[in-house]
């Protein structure tokens, strides 16, 4: 059974100059215990989804949906009060920049005990004790020193592991992680990366990460949900959309990764063009400006989902009968 | 091909998916290339003037002072009023067709003596904000930009001048050298520049050690160059809302200053001094009172919401 | 900790030092003197003469300096030119407590009210009690508060017809000094709370500490108000020595007599030690408001300590 469900997610932000379709009506679902992994560029909708289901965005952000499930309750249904109990318990969500989500004038204890308190009804002695348990499982040497100091008292890594210790505080199902790695430097990147690797063997938790880099989370995800646009294009199991990748945008990230045994003639490849203006988004397929494939049908409509095999989605023209058959190519 | 425009509308829709004509899957290489950027491209100068134009309050604000500016110059060369004399006959007359505004003691009209106060209370705060800008700018640049012992001491200074009660040094100057408009604006000038110098020394603390200034220095550009090129210019947000709401403070003080009679001297006609001047008949003609305390408050108002819009505009932050 | 409030302790010892001297040769430097026969016409000439060498003005500035340095040190300001009967130390302990009251009663009512307003206005943004509220606080920024002061007595006085010119002896006379002290900083509260909290609320740690389900009450009193009160408290400093030490205006309208008014009228009349005196207390006054609105501002912001 699938842990969160999500049909039909559009999101819009209402601004000056007029509403802002960040997310145009996605389906998706999270497993239990599963680690799922949301790629795309900035501005395709990846976080602002996750945010969604978070009911995090701002109040001038508009979400509608037909249905979202979170371990099988109608989360669209809960008041505030039932959401509360579920945010920081049953999800845990960290964000992208660890010098500004943790709040500065408070010592990390406090920070780290709250959920412990809300949640676990933790008195301060168990809260600390727990605390100090959570800084050892995320790494943090010195815990009993760094309880009582205060965020700026902490390089940006050891943030972000704060970060993910207040996450998984109350053990929770579901860990949100909002491009955890794209603010630090690309040692500390690794460092972390190893620590929600370990994490999602050490516990039963469901991951979902945001990225905007293919290759962070090539060897770690078990499926992958590539996003353009506000739009789903492809979702599938790493293999298929490393090595069987059917839409044109997945192709261009591939191409776009840096690999270690690269052959020294071979270029990396960019996407040309620049993303779309989500206040105006292209009637068609949102990637058709600079598809390479583009065909009439991809300005018109928007491609319908193409189910291939072990869950293996699809949306693109190309898959029609009728389009012409193109292999993925590096060649441009 | 032609007969079908690359538009939605023009797609059968009763065509199931699997039945679209095939010449719609030829790929015609339009894509890729044609890269439409939808909204027209703007400088921020541009961006924040219409910003500031869409904050009702902000450009009514800017009306106001425009208008009463333009009044202050040109009216008083065509009326047949004086803001000096002594008629007799119209003493403390209340307003009408003849005298907008009322007369007071000396039976002069009320009106054309808010005027003259408008030249001064204009000139006041508008000279007076101008010296701030250029000594705050200059002080709280050096300040942030060399930094160390220097920036220390300015900043001891600057603690020193704000812990100085600010009559003392006005009722000082004043004394020294006579109650004129110059001297007013002297006395403002003194230590109203520290909240600017403040602002830009933070700024430029902020920004000198960010990436393009940096790579500026590289290029061998010259400690003046970086400070004029690069950090005052995109420090220039937050320096003119301060400098914004210098006016109004300066036009305040001149008016107190006025009011406890220290200020600019009789027969010349300032708000603060109008207003003291009807105090002690408020209880029988209150208009005497009443028409240079609107005034202040108006022009107050006026230049209040100016600077909110400017800031609102200035900021992008703030931006929705 | 310590260490910080000795290093901001001698800095604000330093400055009243600094303040000291400057105030003292500025003055000095006032065209005439408080007994020159020019000035004082109906005063035969000797007898002034005597005056100025018993207050010591014929001696060099330099030995008037230091002369005045070692009565200091001993805690006296000197005895009043222009009463010579009373020393500056008594008026100013006499007077100041009034003003202190006064003042002190503006503070907290000025707090009280200008913080949870401005918490309110940001809550709201965008809606009417928004509106309200900064319209009252624009109103409360532009109008200088001797318009107010003089408006509210013409509304009272002149409109009501209610005697207002006896100051002292009932509870209700402290409304109007009070109100109109307190006008403007509620207003300027009010105002750079709500901004400052509109920032907060926007900030990456708000939504992380709603992401921990922490209930919205305590997202706004407890994470986001932390962060947006250190302007105030900033603000806190010369707001508290300026509301303690009187103002002229609001103690002449509603005839309070605290030690505001002394301020102008001892520059006009000249009165060196009184100046002095006034200057020296008024600069301690802000120098420790300040000290203790700085501790405020480490003890809430650890990170304040580290920037100074």
């Known amino acids: 059974m699938s842990l969160l469900e999500v049909?039909?997610?559009?999101?819009?932000?209402?601004?000056?100059?007029?509403?802002?379709?960040?997310?145009?009506?996605?389906?998706?679902?999270?497993?239990?215990?599963?680690?799922?992994?949301?790629?795309?560029?900035?501005?395709?909708?990846?976080?602002?989804?996750?945010?969604?289901?978070?009911?995090?965005?701002?109040?001038?952000?508009?979400?509608?949906?037909?249905?979202?499930?979170?371990?099988?309750?109608?989360?669209?249904?809960?008041?505030?009060?039932?959401?509360?109990?579920?945010?920081?318990?049953?999800?845990?969500?960290?964000?992208?920049?660890?010098?500004?989500?943790?709040?500065?004038?408070?010592?990390?204890?406090?920070?780290?005990?709250?959920?412990?308190?809300?949640?676990?009804?933790?008195?301060?002695?168990?809260?600390?004790?727990?605390?100090?348990?959570?800084?050892?499982?995320?790494?943090?040497?010195?815990?009993?020193?760094?309880?009582?100091?205060?965020?700026?008292?902490?390089?940006?890594?050891?943030?972000?592991?704060?970060?993910?210790?207040?996450?998984?505080?109350?053990?929770?199902?579901?860990?949100?992680?909002?491009?955890?790695?794209?603010?630090?430097?690309?040692?500390?990147?690794?460092?972390?990366?190893?620590?929600?690797?370990?994490?999602?063997?050490?516990?039963?938790?469901?991951?979902?990460?945001?990225?905007?880099?293919?290759?962070?989370?090539?060897?770690?995800?078990?499926?992958?949900?590539?996003?353009?646009?506000?739009?789903?294009?492809?979702?599938?199991?790493?293999?298929?959309?490393?090595?069987?990748?059917?839409?044109?945008?997945?192709?261009?990230?591939?191409?776009?990764?840096?690999?270690?045994?690269?052959?020294?003639?071979?270029?990396?490849?960019?996407?040309?063009?620049?993303?779309?203006?989500?206040?105006?988004?292209?009637?068609?397929?949102?990637?058709?400006?600079?598809?390479?494939?583009?065909?009439?049908?991809?300005?018109?409509?928007?491609?319908?989902?193409?189910?291939?095999?072990?869950?293996?989605?699809?949306?693109?023209?190309?898959?029609?009968?009728?389009?012409?058959?193109?292999?993925?190519?590096?060649?441009? | 091909m032609t007969a079908i425009e690359p538009n939605a509308r023009a797609l059968p829709e009763q065509c199931a998916y699997s039945d679209l004509p095939s010449e719609l899957f030829v790929m015609d290489g339009n894509g890729g290339e044609d890269e439409q950027i939808v909204r027209p491209s703007t400088t921020y100068w541009h961006d924040v003037w219409q910003a500031f134009r869409r904050d009702p309050l902000a450009m009514g604000g800017a009306i106001f002072i425009v208008l009463m500016g333009l009044c202050a110059i040109f009216i008083p060369m065509v009326s047949p009023y004086s803001y000096d004399g002594f008629f007799p006959l119209i003493r403390n007359q209340g307003p009408s067709w003849e005298h907008l505004c009322g007369t007071d003691q000396m039976g002069r009209d009320i009106m054309i003596r808010i005027l003259y106060g408008a030249r001064i209370s204009l000139t006041v705060g508008i000279v007076a904000a101008v010296i701030n800008f250029f000594i705050g700018v200059i002080y709280g640049g050096i300040s942030g930009y060399v930094g160390g012992m220097v920036d220390m001491v300015l900043m001891r200074i600057v603690d020193i001048l704000t812990s100085l009660p600010s009559l003392l040094y006005i009722v000082l100057i004043m004394l020294v050298l006579g109650s004129n408009v110059g001297s007013v604006i002297l006395a403002l000038c003194f230590t109203?520049?520290?909240?600017?110098?403040?602002?830009?020394?933070?700024?430029?603390?902020?920004?000198?050690?960010?990436?393009?200034?940096?790579?500026?220095?590289?290029?061998?550009?010259?400690?003046?160059?970086?400070?004029?090129?690069?950090?005052?210019?995109?420090?220039?947000?937050?320096?003119?809302?301060?400098?914004?709401?210098?006016?109004?403070?300066?036009?305040?003080?001149?008016?107190?200053?006025?009011?406890?009679?220290?200020?600019?001297?009789?027969?010349?006609?300032?708000?603060?001094?109008?207003?003291?001047?009807?105090?002690?008949?408020?209880?029988?003609?209150?208009?005497?009172?009443?028409?240079?305390?609107?005034?202040i408050c108006l022009t107050m108002f006026s230049f209040n919401f100016i600077g909110d819009g400017l800031r609102d505009a200035l900021d992008p932050r703030m931006k929705h | 900790m310590l260490r910080y409030i000795l290093k901001r302790l001698m800095a604000g010892v330093l400055t009243i030092v600094i303040l000291i001297t400057v105030a003292f040769?500025?003055?000095?430097?006032?065209?005439?003197?408080?007994?020159?026969?020019?000035?004082?016409?109906?005063?035969?000439?000797?007898?002034?003469?005597?005056?100025?060498?018993?207050?010591?003005?014929?001696?060099?500035?330099?030995?008037?300096?230091?002369?005045?340095?070692?009565?200091?040190?001993?805690?006296?300001l000197g005895i009043s030119f222009k009463k010579p009967d009373t020393s500056v130390n008594s008026i100013i302990a006499t007077h100041f407590p009034v003003s202190a009251q006064v003042g002190g009663i503006a503070v907290i009512f000025s707090l009280m009210v200008g913080i949870p307003l401005g918490i309110v206005s940001a809550m709201h943004r965008g809606k009417a009690a928004d509106f309200a509220t900064m319209a009252f606080a624009t109103i409360g920024i532009s109008v200088p508060t001797y318009v107010f002061s003089v408006l509210l007595l013409w509304f009272f006085a002149g409109?009501?017809?209610?005697?207002?010119?006896?100051?002292?002896?009932?509870?209700?006379?402290?409304?109007?000094?009070?109100?109109?002290?307190?006008?403007?900083?509620?207003?300027?509260?009010?105002?750079?709370?709500?901004?400052?909290?509109?920032?907060?609320?926007?900030?990456?740690?708000?939504?992380?500490?709603?992401?921990?389900?922490?209930?919205?009450?305590?997202?706004?009193a407890k994470h986001a108000l932390k962060n947006a009160i250190t302007p105030v408290v900033t603000y806190l400093g010369p707001l508290v020595a300026g509301l303690l030490t009187g103002s002229f205006v609001v103690e002449r309208f509603f005839s309070v007599p605290g030690i505001g008014r002394y301020f102008v009228t001892s520059v006009s009349d000249r009165d060196y030690t009184m100046i002095m005196g006034i200057v020296i207390f008024f600069g301690v006054f802000v120098v420790i408001c300040n000290l203790i609105s700085d501790i405020l501002l480490a003890v809430i912001d650890p990170r304040v300590k580290l920037s100074k």
């Open chain 1, 7 to 332: 049909k039909n997610l559009k999101t819009t932000f209402a601004i000056g100059v007029g509403t802002v379709q960040a997310v145009r009506g996605i389906s998706f679902h999270v497993d239990e215990g599963e680690f799922v992994g949301i790629v795309g560029e900035s501005g395709s909708g990846k976080s602002v989804t996750m945010l969604s289901v978070m009911d995090l965005l701002p109040n001038y952000a508009k979400v509608e949906a037909d249905s979202m499930t979170f371990a099988g309750k109608e989360l669209r249904e809960m008041n505030a009060r039932e959401l509360r109990a579920l945010h920081g318990k049953e999800i845990g969500m960290i964000f992208q920049d660890p010098m500004t989500s943790l709040n500065p004038l408070f010592t990390v204890e406090q920070q780290l005990s709250e959920p412990l308190r809300i949640h676990l009804g933790m008195k301060r002695d168990a809260a600390r004790a727990k605390a100090l348990e959570l800084l050892r499982q995320v790494e943090i040497p010195d815990p009993e020193q760094r309880l009582k100091q205060y965020p700026h008292e902490f390089s940006g890594g050891m943030r972000q592991r704060v970060m993910i210790a207040m996450a998984i505080a109350c053990s929770p199902k579901m860990v949100i992680a909002d491009e955890p790695t794209t603010a630090l430097d690309v040692t500390i990147q690794a460092q972390i990366l190893d620590l929600l690797e370990n994490l999602k063997k050490n516990t039963n938790a469901a991951i979902v990460m945001i990225t905007h880099d293919l290759g962070v989370i090539a060897s770690m995800c078990s499926r992958i949900i590539v996003m353009y646009g506000g739009m789903i294009c492809e979702e599938g199991s790493s293999r298929d959309i490393f090595y069987r990748a059917q839409h044109p945008y997945t192709w261009g990230l591939l191409n776009s990764i840096p690999k270690i045994h690269h052959d020294r003639h071979e270029k990396l490849v960019p996407i040309h063009g620049t993303p779309p203006d989500m206040l105006k988004p292209p009637a068609g397929c949102p990637f058709a400006p600079r598809c390479r494939y583009c065909m009439p049908v991809c300005r018109m409509m928007t491609p319908p989902e193409t189910g291939l095999d072990h869950g293996h989605r699809v949306f693109c023209h190309l898959m029609h009968a009728k389009a012409p058959k193109v292999e993925r190519g590096v060649d441009r």
């Open chain 3, 159 to 220: 409109v009501c017809h209610l005697s207002i010119t006896v100051w002292w002896d009932q509870w209700y006379n402290y409304l109007l000094p009070v109100a109109c002290l307190s006008f403007n900083p509620i207003a300027y509260i009010a105002r750079q709370t709500r901004s400052s909290m509109l920032e907060a609320l926007e900030a990456d740690y708000i939504r992380t500490a709603r992401a921990k389900g922490v209930s919205e009450l305590m997202v706004v």
């Open chain 2, 192 to 295: 109203s520049w520290i909240g600017t110098a403040r602002v830009v020394r933070s700024e430029v603390m902020r920004l000198k050690h960010s990436e393009y200034v940096l790579a500026s220095r590289l290029s061998g550009a010259t400690t003046r160059h970086i400070l004029f090129h690069h950090l005052i210019p995109n420090a220039m947000g937050p320096i003119i809302v301060s400098t914004a709401f210098l006016i109004p403070n300066a036009i305040f003080s001149e008016a107190f200053l006025s009011f406890l009679g220290i200020g600019i001297q009789a027969p010349m006609a300032s708000w603060g001094a109008l207003a003291n001047e009807a105090i002690p008949i408020m209880m029988t003609s209150p208009h005497q009172l009443l028409f240079p305390v609107a005034a």
């Open chain 3, 25 to 76: 040769f500025m003055m000095h430097a006032m065209p005439g003197s408080p007994f020159s026969p020019a000035e004082q016409k109906n005063v035969p000439p000797e007898i002034l003469e005597r005056l100025a060498e018993s207050y010591g003005l014929n001696r060099p500035i330099l030995e008037q300096y230091l002369e005045y340095w070692k009565s200091l040190l001993n805690g006296e």
